[in-house]
């Protein structure tokens, strides 16, 4: 089994910053990781993706954060960043980290997708 555990979120200003990490983790061996990614819900609304960035390093924005936000990762820890800059009341949801690969399970690489708990990021205006 994985599991992905999301942290730093919290309360921030407009035009304040927050860092968000992610990490992954299992008690079965992870043979690879491919993307690792943030969404987010805000109140009513559908989920969405923020930012998603492969193995190799290859990012993807929504057009809504671009320039503002900053995905990385390290792989050497499974883990995921979101740098978030300039924050606005909009960009005030639950965001979800999302992750998926690889599993060596019998010798054999088993896919898994998985899904934080999520953690709440609110903009005050």
């Known amino acids: 089994q994985v599991q992905v555990v999301e942290s730093g979120g919290g309360l921030v200003q407009a035009g304040g910053s927050l860092r968000l990490s992610c990490s992954a983790s299992?008690?079965?061996?992870?043979?690879?990781?491919?993307?690792m990614g943030w969404y987010r819900q805000a109140p009513g609304k559908q989920r969405e993706l923020v930012a998603t960035?492969?193995?190799?390093?290859?990012?993807n924005y929504a057009d809504s954060v671009k320039g503002r936000f900053t995905i990385s990762r390290d792989n050497a820890k499974n883990t995921v960043y979101l740098q978030m800059a300039s924050l606005k009341p909009e960009d005030t949801a639950v965001y979800y980290c999302?992750?998926?690969?690889?599993?060596?399970?019998?010798?054999?690489?088993?896919?898994?997708?998985?899904w934080g708990q999520g953690t709440l990021v609110t903009v005050s205006s």
């Open positions: 299992g008690n079965i061996n992870i043979l690879s990781i491919n993307a």
């Open positions: 960035i492969n193995s190799g390093g290859n990012t």
């Open positions: 999302n992750a998926d690969g690889y599993l060596l399970i019998n010798l054999r690489g088993e896919y898994f997708e998985v």
